[in-house]
């Protein structure tokens, strides 16, 4: 931490870090080992640090992506039933679009490249309300991204598991929720740490299956004539039958593809993130959707070629194996040491749905961090912890999606009670939840470049071409939604839309919350903020015999001013120094670059002189002390303390918004740092008087 203003001391040097641990709890030393130490702030290279390079945000953003080969082809395929030679088309056309996709992904971080994802785009183009319904959109996506990639997981790991040992069907939803719990852990110690740990996994993964469709492809070169030949028949007797034709053809192939929509998700985790990627972040964001973009044509396309030559089919035994495990074994059959190819592919299977899982809690708390600074969402969520990671968002959504999955889980029971398919359907219901979501944001990311690029007046053939790509990719994603949305509405859409919507209701109450709060203090402070002040200054610097105020600020304004005139109204001609000290908080908003702590070193402080100049003016000796953290009330403690041994006759002063009626959301909307520092000083032997602002 750093003071403005201090002197050199005779202070001794601090502890080192082994004796400071050993003052720490039981459970702090605890937490300390799960999560890992707090980080240096003022170490100017520790944003350079934590950003990851192309190939490690490859490896945690596009791990959703090419993740969902697990499942988005499966339920591609599984709809074109016997037509299967369909399947052709199919898988040229989910390569196609995952390249349009991440073109036009591309071009939106090269005009957005500060991050914020759909969310940004739409509120900047489209507007604020549209920017909300994209948002809560993104943010119910990235809950179901964790959802599904560990149920998916889970099934996986059900797969592998069945090679050696039993695995009781009752045993995935608890396993399931473990690896939740893990990957919470996991992220609670850091962006970086999360991604470096599961690098093999990564590899493992893109060397099995890149075996498995190779190989699976090689296998059937020689009877390529006749394969062809089969399905040119069945194309021909499809379009040739009265009672289905070419309408029915192209409605079944649209349906299959949209169906597939869960093969595209993950695209958009890159324009989301951009605050964790490496300078320069616009070069190091296109290679990794470079990257991403071929890797996950490459897999999807590849799988749903294989299952075609393969001729694989959904498993319809109680098994429920899943179409890659029944891929695998069917390719290892025969070949030595197949069995432990088939071992390590459906393991790296599982564990890359883990690792996909991280696109949710990496870039979800920091969709709901940008709503929080917007004030859409409770502005807790946009601090960050001691790791510099978004605690409560990270926590918000384990907790959601463990509520998805069981919510998922029971209904899948209760559809197979009444006689349906149950147990698969889970990962059916979550990817048909997913995917509508996703394209929402994807429909208005498109729609709302294509509109930007039609206003500007730009070089006009690169105009034309940017109005072409979005065109293309409004019509594309929007047709998916509207398809997806009328075939599954029944079977987990109409839940997508009503928790969304619920999401959008909540975060227009938050937002007009605020809005009314800011606007009564206002009112009543405006004055405050302009008050004809002498021109004479006192020089004098305050002396530490004298009984002292010390008063916290957050920023300069009405409420400030207010607290320091109650101070001496409620005092008067008691103190003679006054001492204004401020914590300059890392959150979300703030830490966006190798220079955010300099920059918001130095806003504290430049707030902080013009207290000063206030106090001087009207008589009083004034200093200024600040501090810099990511735990409002634990830097302002250590603070305090310190300003305590600088003026041993100090008494703590804060201003604290006070409701006519408060409840729960009052109190949760409103941080308690005042009430929560008042307490640790009172403990500590210190005086705090916290004085009322109120609000009608």
Same mark, same amino acid.
């Given at each position: 931490?750093?003071?403005?203003?201090?002197?050199?001391?005779?202070e001794?040097?601090?502890?080192s870090?082994?004796?400071?641990?050993?003052?720490?709890?039981?459970?702090?030393?605890?937490r300390?080992? *799960?999560?890992?130490?707090?980080?240096?702030?003022?170490?100017?290279t520790?944003?350079?640090?934590?950003?990851?390079?192309?190939?490690?945000?490859?490896v945690?953003?596009?791990a959703?992506?090419?993740?969902?080969?697990?499942?988005?082809?499966?339920?591609?395929?599984?709809?074109?039933?016997?037509?299967?030679?369909?399947?052709?088309?199919l898988?040229?056309a989910?390569?196609?679009?995952?390249?349009?996709?991440?073109?036009?992904?591309?071009?939106?971080?090269?005009?957005f490249?500060?991050?914020?994802?759909?969310?940004?785009v739409?509120?900047?183009?489209?507007?604020?309300?549209?920017?909300? $319904?994209?948002?809560?959109?993104?943010l119910?996506?990235?809950?179901?991204?964790?959802?599904?990639?560990?149920?998916?997981?889970?099934n996986?790991?059900?797969d592998?598991l069945r090679?050696?040992?039993?695995?009781?069907?009752?045993?995935?939803i608890?396993?399931?929720?473990?690896?939740?719990?893990?990957?919470?852990?996991?992220?609670l110690?850091?962006?970086?740490?999360?991604?470096?740990?599961?690098v093999?996994?990564?590899?493992l993964f893109l060397?099995?299956?890149?075996?498995?469709?190779?190989?699976? $492809?090689?296998?059937?070169?020689?009877?390529?004539?006749t394969?062809?030949?089969?399905m040119?028949?069945?194309?021909k007797?499809?379009?040739?039958?009265?009672?289905?034709?070419?309408?029915a053809?192209?409605?079944?192939?649209?349906?299959?593809?949209?169906?597939?929509?869960?093969t595209?998700?993950?695209?958009?985790?890159?324009?989301?993130?951009?605050?964790?990627?490496?300078?320069?972040?616009v070069?190091?964001?296109?290679?990794?959707?470079?990257?991403?973009?071929?890797s996950?044509?490459?897999?999807?396309s590849?799988? $749903?070629?294989?299952?075609?030559?393969?001729?694989?089919e959904?498993?319809?035994?109680?098994?429920?194996?899943?179409?890659n495990?029944?891929?695998?074994?069917r390719?290892?059959e025969?070949?030595?040491?197949?069995r432990w190819?088939?071992?390590?592919?459906?393991?790296?299977?599982?564990?890359?749905?883990?690792?996909?899982?991280q +696109?949710?809690?990496?870039a979800?708390?920091?969709?709901?961090?940008?709503l929080?600074?917007?004030s859409?969402?409770?502005?807790r969520?946009?601090?960050?912890?001691?790791?510099?990671?978004?605690?409560?968002?990270?926590?918000?959504?384990a907790?959601?999606?463990?509520?998805?999955?069981?919510?998922?889980?029971?209904?899948?029971?209760?559809?197979?009670?009444?006689?349906?398919?149950?147990?698969?359907?889970?990962?059916?219901r979550?990817?048909?939840?997913?995917?509508?979501?996703?394209?929402?944001?994807f429909?208005?990311?498109?729609l709302a470049m294509?509109?930007y690029?039609?206003?500007?007046?730009r070089?006009?053939?690169?105009?034309?071409?940017?109005?072409?790509?979005f065109?293309?990719?409004?019509?594309?994603?929007?047709?998916?939604?509207?398809?997806?949305?009328?075939?599954?509405?029944?079977?987990?859409?109409w839940?997508?839309i009503?928790?969304?919507?619920?999401?959008?209701?909540?975060? *227009?109450?938050?937002?007009r919350?605020?809005?009314?709060?800011?606007?009564?203090?206002?009112?009543?402070?405006?004055?405050?903020?302009?008050?004809?002040?002498p021109?004479?200054?006192?020089?004098?610097?305050?002396?530490?015999?004298?009984?002292?105020?010390?008063?916290?600020?957050s920023?300069?304004g009405?409420?400030?001013?207010?607290?320091?005139l109650n101070?001496?109204?409620?005092?008067?001609?008691?103190?003679?120094?006054l001492?204004?000290?401020?914590?300059?908080?890392?959150?979300?908003?703030?830490?966006?670059?190798e220079?955010?702590?300099?920059? *918001?070193?130095?806003?504290?402080?430049?707030?902080?002189?013009?207290?000063?100049?206030l106090?001087?003016?009207?008589?009083?000796p004034?200093?200024?002390?600040?501090?810099i953290?990511?735990?409002a009330?634990?830097?302002?403690?250590?603070?305090?303390?310190?300003?305590?041994?600088?003026?041993?006759?100090?008494?703590?002063f804060?201003?604290?918004? $006070?409701?006519?009626?408060?409840?729960?959301?009052?109190?949760? *909307?409103?941080?308690?740092?005042?009430?929560?520092?008042q307490k640790?000083?009172?403990?500590?032997?210190?005086?705090?008087?916290?004085?009322? +602002?109120?609000?009608?």
């Amino acid at each position: 931490m750093t003071e403005s203003g201090s002197q050199e001391t005779n202070e001794p040097p601090p502890p080192s870090p082994e004796a400071a641990d050993e003052t720490l709890s039981f459970g702090e030393r605890a937490r300390r080992m *799960l999560i890992g130490a707090p980080i240096a702030l003022q170490d100017e290279t520790i944003a350079h640090q934590l950003a990851l390079i192309p190939f490690l945000a490859w490896v945690g953003l596009g791990a959703d992506g090419l993740s969902s080969s697990a499942y988005g082809p499966e339920e591609s395929f599984k709809a074109l039933r016997e037509h299967s030679y369909l399947a052709i088309g199919l898988a040229v056309a989910t390569a196609l679009t995952v390249f349009l996709i991440s073109a036009c992904y591309s071009r939106i971080i090269e005009k957005f490249p500060h991050g914020g994802g759909g969310y940004v785009v739409a509120t900047k183009l489209l507007g604020p309300r549209v920017g909300l $319904i994209s948002g809560c959109a993104l943010l119910v996506d990235y809950v179901l991204t964790v959802t599904v990639s560990v149920a998916a997981a889970g099934n996986a790991l059900r797969d592998v598991l069945r090679q050696v040992m039993p695995f009781p069907e009752s045993w995935v939803i608890p396993v399931d929720v473990v690896l939740i719990v893990l990957l919470l852990v996991l992220n609670l110690r850091g962006v970086k740490e999360s991604v470096v740990a599961l690098v093999p996994v990564f590899i493992l993964f893109l060397i099995t299956h890149a075996v498995l469709i190779v190989g699976g $492809i090689a296998f059937h070169l020689g009877d390529a004539g006749t394969r062809v030949e089969v399905m040119a028949d069945g194309f021909k007797s499809d379009w040739n039958n009265p009672s289905f034709g070419p309408l029915a053809m192209l409605l079944l192939f649209f349906k299959a593809f949209s169906l597939g929509g869960g093969t595209y998700t993950g695209i958009e985790a890159v324009s989301s993130s951009m605050g964790i990627l490496r300078e320069p972040r616009v070069k190091t964001a296109k290679t990794t959707m470079r990257y991403m973009s071929i890797s996950l044509a490459f897999v999807a396309s590849g799988l $749903i070629l294989c299952y075609l030559l393969w001729e694989i089919e959904p498993s319809a035994s109680g098994q429920k194996e899943t179409m890659n495990s029944l891929l695998a074994r069917r390719m290892a059959e025969g070949i030595p040491g197949g069995r432990w190819f088939v071992f390590l592919a459906l393991l790296s299977e599982a564990a890359l749905l883990l690792v996909a899982a991280q +696109a949710g809690f990496i870039a979800g708390p920091r969709t709901l961090a940008n709503l929080a600074v917007d004030s859409w969402a409770p502005r807790r969520f946009s601090a960050v912890s001691e790791r510099l990671t978004t605690q409560n968002g990270v926590t918000l959504m384990a907790l959601a999606s463990v509520g998805a999955l069981l919510y998922s889980a029971s209904a899948s029971d209760a559809h197979a009670a009444s006689g349906g398919h149950g147990g698969s359907d889970v990962i059916g219901r979550l990817v048909t939840m997913y995917s509508i979501n996703v394209f929402l944001t994807f429909s208005l990311s498109m729609l709302a470049m294509t509109f930007y690029w039609v206003r500007t007046s730009r070089d006009p053939e690169v105009r034309s071409k940017r109005i072409a790509l979005f065109a293309t990719g409004t019509v594309v994603c929007s047709s998916i939604l509207v398809v997806t949305v009328c075939e599954k509405f029944t079977d987990g859409g109409w839940v997508t839309i009503v928790v969304t919507g619920f999401c959008v209701a909540l975060c *227009l109450l938050i937002r007009r919350h605020y809005v009314n709060v800011a606007k009564r203090l206002s009112a009543l402070y405006s004055d405050l903020a302009n008050l004809p002040l002498p021109e004479t200054r006192v020089e004098r610097d305050p002396d530490p015999t004298q009984p002292t105020a010390v008063v916290l600020v957050s920023s300069w304004g009405g409420l400030g001013i207010h607290t320091v005139l109650n101070v001496f109204r409620a005092f008067p001609d008691h103190f003679k120094n006054l001492i204004f000290v401020s914590v300059g908080v890392i959150d979300s908003g703030a830490f966006k670059g190798e220079h955010a702590v300099e920059g *918001l070193e130095t806003r504290t402080e430049s707030m902080l002189l013009r207290y000063v100049d206030l106090a001087r003016r009207l008589g009083l000796p004034s200093a200024a002390r600040h501090a810099i953290g990511t735990d409002a009330v634990e830097a302002a403690e250590e603070l305090a303390h310190r300003v305590a041994k600088e003026f041993p006759r100090s008494t703590f002063f804060a201003g604290k918004v $006070i409701f006519k009626e408060e409840g729960f959301l009052q109190r949760f *909307l409103h941080n308690e740092t005042a009430v929560a520092l008042q307490k640790r000083l009172h403990f500590g032997g210190l005086t705090m008087v916290i004085l009322p +602002a109120r609000v009608c």
